[in-house]
């Protein structure tokens, strides 16, 4: 038996042998250096063709290009209509600024707790959050996984809610055949560094809504109401912010976005590597893609089973154990939030903007975790990957992943960590 990496065994994963995320060609340099080789290195040529060329991608009317996912979410909130002690709804599982950029529009978060399987906002619990003071969704679709949008709009509908979706981890995810992104009434994609579509930094705000898009604009780009493509007046007609897009990052994502569909068919596949590889291993459970949904696996997230690996001490001890010995083996694997929303500081302190605001402003607003148990609950047995199952890698990396993490589940009692049962 090859002893666990982790006790100076052979690695299930070689050095190397997983490719670095974005694959940067020749494609890449010849936009990046063509952006450099004109003049406008500000609002210029690729910013409007990446809104021109990411609309067409997506299916969207309009689309604005933005320094970041948190600051399209944050025009997105702001215009729809969301502002002083409003009430927005929001998955009590994400990353933190699909909440905080309701907090950037002064109106008042408000977690709803998630579904186990799919791990996106529980639907059949949003009913019980809504309140007279409630405005909006921020409708987050983690991890390239669809919410579905058919049960979620058809709320929003009921109690005249916005909908803005973030679809920052799921470009080119769809529900029932339709991007993410086309559902609501704005949504919010973003382009770091760990996307499916990288630029380094950067974002996009899209909308079909001529009157979102305005508002949008003005929060954009310092209240104005004219783009820095028009004859600019220099006129704050409303609070806006700096948002712009330069046109280097512009280039680079137009340059990727070539690829994108190409990416996204690549991690399908790999994934469907993984799932094979790790089917029938006790105490693992993996990711679902239910009927009507098309998964992008942007995170492939793998949850331990306690119970069924009798441990009986904190769920996390046992993750974090497992997790250091699947590094070791070289298969990359990380642990994304450690803290579900309602936990996170600046929601226990109520800390946003000081003297209380914004939720001094609204109705009183509870943040215990211990009632959002499903996103506790993943939260301690969750971990992942994404460069693993990302182009240019194929099934020869998915697989050597697999091995390395079924080689832990199957010496699990090897590990060094009292408690575990052998
Ligand atoms: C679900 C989600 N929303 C919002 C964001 C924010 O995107 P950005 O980092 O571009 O501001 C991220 C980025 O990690 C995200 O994963």
């Known amino acids: 038996m090859n002893p666990l990496a982790i006790h100076g065994g052979k690695k299930a994963v070689p050095d190397g042998l997983i490719k670095t995320w974005p694959p940067i060609t020749d494609l890449d340099r010849q936009y990046v250096l063509a952006s450099l080789n004109q003049s406008n290195h500000a609002f210029g040529p690729n910013c409007a063709a990446f809104e021109q060329e990411f609309s067409a991608f997506n299916g969207n009317r309009f689309a604005i290009t933005t320094n970041s996912g948190t600051a399209a979410l944050h025009m997105g909130v702001a215009a729809c209509g969301c502002g ?15 909440a905080t950029c309701i907090l950037h529009a002064n109106a008042i978060p408000v977690f709803v707790d998630i579904d186990f399987d799919t791990m996106n906002m529980d639907l059949t619990k949003v009913d019980a959050a809504i309140t007279p003071r409630t405005k909006a969704i ?27 979706e973030d679809c920052c981890q799921s470009h080119g995810a769809t529900f029932r055949g339709k991007k993410v992104g086309t559902f609501g009434d704005c949504a919010a994609f973003s382009f770091n560094q760990n996307k499916c579509l990288c630029s380094g930094e950067g974002g996009m705000f899209t909308t079909d809504n001529d009157d979102i898009l305005n508002k949008a604009k003005m929060i954009w780009s310092f209240g104005e109401t004219r783009t820095p493509a028009e004859d600019r007046d220099y006129h704050a007609y409303a609070l806006g912010w700096m948002y712009r897009n330069n046109d280097l990052t512009a280039a680079f994502g137009r ?31 993996l990711p679902t893609e239910p009927p009507n949904h098309e998964h992008t696996y942007y995170n492939f997230t793998i949850r331990i089973d306690p119970t069924a690996l009798r441990w009986t001490d904190h769920p996390a001890k046992l993750r974090d154990a497992m997790m250091k010995a699947m590094q070791a083996e070289g298969t990359q694997v990380g642990i994304w ?24 402003l609204g109705d009183p607003v509870e943040y215990n975790p211990m009632n959002f148990p499903i996103a506790q609950k993943h939260t301690d047995s969750h971990f992942g990957m994404t460069t693993p199952l990302r182009a240019p890698n194929g099934p020869e990396q998915a697989k050597a992943v697999g091995e390395g993490i079924r080689k832990v589940f199957e010496n699990i009692h090897r590990l060094d960590v009292p408690g575990i049962l052998s």
């Open 337 to 360: 939030q450690q803290f579900i929303l309602p936990a996170m500081t600046v929601f226990q302190a109520q800390n946003a903007f000081g003297k209380g605001s914004p939720w001094c």
């Open 84 to 98: 002083a002690g409003d009430e927005v709804l929001v998955a009590a599982y994400s990353w933190s600024s699909s």
């Open 255 to 285: 340059a990727q976005l070539t690829r994108l569909s190409e990416y996204l068919a690549t991690q399908r596949s790999n994934a469907a590597v993984l799932i094979e590889s790790l089917r029938g291993i006790k105490g693992l459970t």
């Open 138 to 164: 921020v409708a987050v679709h983690l991890h390239g996984l669809a919410l579905d949008m058919d049960a979620l709009m058809s709320i929003a509908r009921k109690h005249n809610l916005k909908v803005i």
